[in-house]
């Protein structure tokens, strides 16, 4: 079993940014893919980020390129989602989440909520104009 604990949300004001972190423990960090959705009240869970085991790979949402980075420490354990440029309609709830499959096919796999195994509880960020 893998436990993942989300800390770093709150209240933002438009165009500014905040650093989520999600702390792992129970599996070898390192072995594991790691991503971040989110989910707006009344709104389908949403691919944030997604950062690759092994080879560091990121991928990202449309929505968020080139405002948010994802990257991870493995020797902390944590993976990080820093979040710049902020806007209302980033509000939601953000969760971690962890896959242990060791997957060699392209990027969509990564973008499934699906192909995850293990899910924080997750962190409210809400973008305040």
């Known amino acids: 079993q893998v436990q993942l604990v989300e800390s770093g949300g709150g209240l933002v004001q438009v165009g500014g940014s905040l650093r989520l972190s999600c702390a792992a423990s129970?599996?070898?960090?390192?072995?594991?893919?790691m991503g971040w959705f989110r989910q707006a009240p009344g709104k389908e869970r949403e691919f944030v980020a997604a950062?690759?085991?092994?080879?560091?790979?990121?991928y990202y949402g449309d929505s968020v390129k080139g405002r948010f980075t994802i990257s991870r420490d493995n020797a902390k354990n944590t993976v990080y989602l820093q979040m710049n440029g902020l806007k209302p309609e980033d509000t939601a709830v953000y969760y971690c989440?962890?896959?242990?499959?060791?997957?060699?096919?392209?990027?969509?796999?990564?973008?499934?909520?699906?192909?995850?195994?293990?899910w924080g509880q997750g962190t409210q960020v809400t973008v305040s104009s």
């Open positions: 989440a962890a896959d242990p499959t060791a997957y060699y096919g392209g990027s969509d796999y990564y973008t499934r909520d699906r192909e995850y195994d293990y």
């Open positions: 129970g599996r070898t960090f390192s072995t594991l893919s």
């Open positions: 950062i690759r085991r092994g080879s560091g790979i990121t």
